[in-house]
């Protein structure tokens, strides 16, 4: 079955980096987008950036780009999200999840257009 294995969270300082990893696993890789969302507490669920798999095109929300870079290793089945310049307000718990497509990102992901999701990974942004 379609499984998803969030990691690479922790407690990071303003400024610094992490590298978020989503193991997929039970489909057929090629065949999917793969976007990562995040949800602080007492907040909505937010798109942060998608990829399609077989190209490799991506799309980023306004709140990230410049920030954050989506990349795949379609070898090792794994999608990256590079997070640099951290901020208090990235403190949130982040989620990867997948749809099956094959079209090129043409915006920011929606939580209802996504069929599986991870456990999620908890990131914490604090001096």
């Known amino acids: 079955q379609v499984q998803l294995v969030e990691s690479g969270g922790g407690l990071v300082q303003p400024g610094g980096s992490l590298r978020l990893s989503c193991a997929a696993s039970?489909?057929?890789?090629?065949?999917?987008?793969i976007a990562w969302f995040r949800q602080a507490p007492g907040k909505e669920r937010e798109g942060l950036s998608c990829i399609s798999v077989r190209y490799g095109s991506t799309y980023y929300a306004d709140s990230v780009k410049g920030r954050f870079t989506i990349s795949r290793d379609s070898a090792k089945n794994t999608v990256f999200l590079q997070m640099n310049s951290l901020k208090p307000e990235d403190t949130a718990v982040y989620y990867c999840?997948?749809?099956?497509?094959?079209?090129?990102?043409?915006?920011?992901?929606?939580?209802?257009?996504?069929?599986?999701w991870g456990q999620g990974t908890q990131v914490t942004v604090s001096s």
């Open positions: 039970g489909f057929t890789f090629d065949l999917s987008q």
């Open positions: 999840a997948m749809r099956f497509s094959t079209a090129h990102p043409m915006g920011v992901p929606e939580r209802h257009e996504y069929l599986r």
